[in-house]
């Protein structure tokens, strides 16, 4: 079955840019939505976005002016780029592959998650 | 979309029955999809379209409800089973999620 594997800093200053990158096993990029979601330290899951098997970017309002997904395909990739971190944006990231159902993306396949702390 | 769930957290013992609910903050039809996650580990599915068992998923697991008010309910817990469980609607963008309710061993 699809496999996660996602890596990137651990440490960023604050107004400075958050980069991950996860990349897929057992998988191709038509075959789900390939998604990327946040939980901040004992709280709740947050969508930051998503890229469509026809390549259509999705985004969280609340993140979209400094938010930036894309994907390699040849390489079996996506990213995410945040610009401008602050403390509020430390949370474990976890990469995601999705299922769309009806009108929305259902998450079944996720990496192991990444802690991202914004300290300086 | 707003979703409130409910309790935050609770407390029960093997063999319990237990019910958590989903309340969105507008109408999403029977789009809402319940995972359970353990501590330092990724969410995984149990129930999506409000009722419908995610493959592999206990049967003591059931879903329930549509519009804006749902549950989750767990016959017979299991040890396996305390964890913490989210709720999240699949209905309209940005897709969002519950607050979490916590299952504990009293």
């Known amino acids: 079955h699809v496999q996660l594997h996602q890596w990137g800093a651990g440490l960023v200053r604050p107004s400075e840019t958050l980069s991950l990158t996860c990349t897929i096993s057992n998988g191709s990029f038509p075959d789900f939505h390939w998604s990327w979601l946040r939980q901040p330290p004992g709280k709740g899951l947050e969508y930051i976005g998503e890229v469509s098997p026809s390549g259509y970017i999705n985004y969280n309002p609340s993140l979209k002016s400094r938010l930036t997904i894309s994907v390699d395909t040849s390489r079996k990739q996506f990213s995410v780029n945040l610009t401008s971190v602050t403390g509020a944006d430390t949370a474990v990231y976890y990469c995601a592959g999705g299922v769309h159902i009806i009108r929305g993306v259902r998450f079944d396949y996720w990496g192991q998650g990444s802690l991202v702390t914004v300290s300086s | 979309i707003q979703l409130t769930q409910s309790p935050p957290s609770l407390s029960a013992s093997v063999g319990d029955t237990v019910s958590i609910t989903c309340r969105a903050s507008q109408g999403i039809s029977s789009h809402l999809a319940w995972y359970q996650q353990k501590p330092g580990k990724a969410p995984k599915v149990l129930i999506y379209?409000?009722?419908t068992l995610q493959t592999g998923v206990p049967s003591r697991f059931s879903g329930s409800g549509s519009g804006t008010d749902f549950t989750l309910t767990i016959t017979s817990l299991q040890p396996e089973d305390f964890a913490t469980y989210f709720c999240q609607q699949l209905n309209s963008y940005p897709l969002t999620f519950g607050g979490g309710t916590k299952v504990e061993i009293k």
């Open positions: 379209s409000a009722s």
